[in-house]
Each structure stands twice: as structure tokens, then as C-alpha cells.
């Protein structure tokens, strides 16, 4: 759609990765934290109900990815070192940047351990938080749809070095509304933000999430943010948030 559609735009829904939050923090940060941090963090938690049930999640992951041929890790029922076949394995699924809804539950639970003790802060470009008033200003809702766990979210945009941000966020969505590449979440989301989907705004780094949300009738551009592309910018892509829905 034509950026002159904008106008028409009630919600801003925001990808992360290379959109609100820089890669390399994603991936150098956070990622990194979370791969230290499994052993220690399931040995000393592992029996808290909540992390048993994203443990048997994982289990049944594990089976899957088995049946599907991609020879994980091995974690064989009744495992005589369950803790060690199940780091081995989120290991495994890191390595291979899954998506999966167990792992991304593990590592929000990870992160938040390294929010609270000071050891992690969020990170936004700095266009962002400028970007979220005016948004805010002009009568627009903000959501977010990542990847991540809506936990992560909240941590993240709760500790960035300008603020807490989450006030002026309505809505967070993460794998369980489904994967991003697929049309019918953003269907979902838009039923759940009880906005048309035309009324919708989403921004991503990624060109599959940006089409699968077009489908569903969303209004979408890609964000080309300037570190991570060449000089050359493709057709209707963003380079930063000063560019939408200005003053």
C-alpha cells in the first residue's frame, strides 16, 4: 500500500530484531546470556512447577524434531542425566536460532533472572523511544510481535537506558498467536488489538513477515535499517521510525 494510507493507520505493530533493537544485542546479548546460563539456571530451578512444564514442552519438542529427521541431541525418556541431555538439547535448538515456544519460554525465564540482578538492559535505537511519544501524541496504539517471549518483551523495553517503554505499548504477541512468516497470526493479532487488519501498521526487518502480514490485509514496510544494509534501499523499505507517521 501507498504511504498516504498511513493516515488511516490506528495501531503501529513493531518486530524487534533489527527493527526496535539492534541485532547484535539480540544475538551478542541476550542469546549469549542465555547460552551461558542454562545449566546453571535449570540446576537451581528445575523443579519449580512453572519450569517443569516448559521442560516437558521441550521433551516433546525434542521427539518431534526425532520423528522429523533432524537428529537432535539425544534426550531418551527416563534419562539417567536429564539435566545434561536437556542443555545439550536447548543447546541444539539455540545453535540452530529456533523458534520453538518451549525454548523462547526458557530463555525469558533466563533473561529475566539477568534483568532483575542488573546483569542485562534493554537496548532500543534511538529513534524509538521519540518515535513511541509521537505515536502515543497522535492517538495511535503501539503493539509488539516478536519472536521472543512476551516476557522478554516486557524485560526489554522495560529496562532501555531512557526509560521504561512498556507504558506505551498495548499489546505484546509471540509464537503462541503462531509463526511470523504465516498469514493467519496476524489475523489473530489484529481480532485480539480489535482492529481491522487495514488499520494495522506492521514494520519488520524480515521481507517473509512483511508479505504474510500484507495477506492477511495489513499495511506493512520493511525496515532497512542503515547498519545492516547496503547503500542501495529497496522500494518502500524505512530506514528509521522518523520516517512514519511524523508530526
Avoid at 12 to 20: K, Q
Avoid at 100 to 126: M, R
Avoid at 221 to 241: M, N
Amino acid at each position: 500500500m501507498a504511504r498516504a494510507d498511513w493516515n488511516s493507520v490506528r495501531v503501529v505493530l513493531l518486530d524487534i530484531e533489527g527493527t526496535t533493537t539492534p541485532i547484535d544485542f539480540v544475538h551478542k546479548t541476550l542469546f549469549q546470556y542465555a547460552s551461558r546460563n542454562v545449566e546453571p539456571f535449570l540446576a537451581a530451578r528445575s523443579g519449580e512447577p512453572e519450569i517443569r512444564s516448559i521442560l516437558q514442552d521441550l521433551k516433546a519438542e525434542q521427539s518431534k524434531d526425532v520423528a522429523a529427521g533432524l537428529a537432535p541431541s539425544e534426550w531418551p525418556n527416563n534419562s539417567r542425566n536429564e539435566l545434561r541431555d536437556c542443555v545439550a538439547y536447548v543447546q541444539w535448538l539455540m545453535a540452530r536460532d529456533s523458534k520453538c515456544v518451549p525454548l523462547k519460554a526458557l530463555q525469558g525465564k533466563i533473561w529475566q533472572q539477568g534483568f532483575e540482578s542488573g546483569e542485562l538492559h534493554g537496548e532500543v535505537y534511538a529513534d524509538v523511544p521519540p518515535a513511541f511519544a509521537r505515536w502515543r501524541r497522535q492517538g495511535r496504539d503501539i503493539a509488539i510481535y516478536s519472536s521472543g517471549s512476551v516476557l522478554a518483551q516486557r524485560l526489554l523495553f522495560g529496562s532501555v537506558i531512557s526509560g521504561n517503554l512498556t507504558g506505551d505499548i498495548r499489546m505484546f504477541f509471540d509464537p503462541v498467536v503462531g509463526a511470523k512468516a504465516e498469514p493467519g497470526s496476524y489475523v489473530r493479532i489484529a481480532d485480539a488489538l480489535q482492529t481491522p487488519p487495514s488499520k494495522v501498521l506492521f514494520l519488520s526487518d524480515a521481507p517473509k513477515e512483511i508479505d504474510a502480514a500484507r495477506v492477511a490485509g495489513m499495511q506493512a514496510a520493511l525496515c532497512e535499517r542503515p547498519a545492516l544494509s547496503d547503500s542501495s534501499q529497496s522500494d518502500g523499505a524505512i530506514r528509521d521510525f522518523d520516517e512514519i507517521l511524523s508530526d
